[in-house]
């Protein structure tokens, strides 16, 4: 089934939230769907339905969205999983059962303990079972780039035959090499006898720094579809970055031979929302969405790109979303300029009141910061995400640091309606202000990551912090945005004492120390 149009597959809700620390909840994986609906992906993994009750209602949530993106559920090859992913996709315009078993001597022996032919039996089962349930199904080889050939020939005629459309072969431990791991799809692709009735997959982890190359190398070797996440999110090094992939493929189409359908220019919105959400900062030198990515310091660089710009870019910035706002939105923006910015970053309201509400926000900060950019607009709704009444809300707080001084905090909060009043001494303003609240909350957590991300530059940037606390085993990671990065301290770690407080931990929870 090899043609010139490359499936783009992204897992960022899936594998991408298998990052420790980086899970989402269902109100967030529905807002980073719906920009990945407007940046054009193919298939997007919403979660694994089987895995916690929060994770079948995200998947069920973004199936209920999205209509331009196939809606897939991950499953182990066992009934229930398939069952529950089925349930979950019932109200998806177009949905995908992703099945998988792993097929690597290693993993069978120890992890499954199972005989190989018990695998097969497993996988030709299973993959009949999602067959009875959606149309469109993915078998996964898990471990494929560890498993004996033969056996992965064999597997893949029986799924095959079994009504799987899309083969996918993970290298799972990130172990594999650019060439060697084409080839194996080359090899495959040409031995199995059925193989032109499925779309052959990759998806590869980063543990050596490969995935990208390997994405790339699978292509040229007639895979179709690729797997990857904003950001390279994902399971210990990640996953193979979507961004890098596309813009490969894209600007080298006369070698690869094979199109997307992505509109690149919401590649760095996604990426910058995918950050705020998870609290994974994306670093300067990353490609394609790291500040620095379109940014030349040496004179001859510069002068090579004033004379002539391709001497020193592959590709321009704006073509992936760097600047493409060309209204400036400050404190003499109305509506229609605000709400044309938020349409643009796939950011809908749900009422007038809801809108105004933002509105009045955005005029809130842009009294304090002359030029509202992105990344504030996302924060600012963000800061908003919910409606519902909380526990806790930040009111005021008033910090103390002076050298030779121990620094002190004085907060308010509102506790369900009271005013509250306390204050702390800290090794620094942070730390102080963190007692401060503490002394209110007696929440019993530990504080397991505190980040602060500049969201636009300047001094007179905002500021966004993630803060992330544990208790019971339950991880909830808060953010918070202001122009003081003490308050943005002080809100995020208040968002995440109300994350806590309304039992709203992660959909897909965590154990400590993970
Ligand atoms: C490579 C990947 O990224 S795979 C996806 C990894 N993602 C996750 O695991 C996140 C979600 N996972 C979960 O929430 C849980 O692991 C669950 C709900 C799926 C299962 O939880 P539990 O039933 O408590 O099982 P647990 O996680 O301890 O162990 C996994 C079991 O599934 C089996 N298993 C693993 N993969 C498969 C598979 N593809 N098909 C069938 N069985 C499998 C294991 O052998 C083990 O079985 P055992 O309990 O009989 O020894
Ligand atoms: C389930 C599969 C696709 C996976 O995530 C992996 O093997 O890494």
Redesign the pocket.
Known sequence: MSSDRLIIFDTTL??GE?SPGASMTKAEKVRIAKMLEMLKVDVIEAG?A???PG?FASVKAVAETIKDSTICS?????DA?IDRAGEALQGAASGRIH????TSPI?MKY????QPDQVVE?AIH?VKRARNLVGDVEF?L??ASRSEFEFMCRIIEAVIDAGASTINL?D?VGYGEPQEFGEMFGRLIASVPNAHKAIFSAHCHNDLGLAVANSLSAVRHGARQVECTINGLG?RAGNASLEEIVMAIRTRKDIMGVETRIDATHIVPTSRLVASVTGFPVQPNKAIVGANAFAHESGIHQDGVLKHRETYEIMRAEDVGWHTNKLVLGKHSGRAAVKARFDALGVSFESQAALDEAFARFKLLADKKHEIFDEDLQALVLDARDDAPKRYSFNALDVCCKTGLVPNAAVTLIVNGETVQAAAEGSGAVDATFKAIESIAHSGTELKLYSVNAITQGTEAQGEVTVRLARNGLIVNGTGADTDIVIASAKAYVDALNLLAEDKHKE?PQREGV
């Open positions: 899936r594998d298998q694994f089987i895995a916690s994770d991950l499953a182990r090859a066992v999983d099945t998988f078993i792993a993993h992890k499954l303990q199972m497993r299973a996964s898990e471990d993970p799972t399971e897909h």
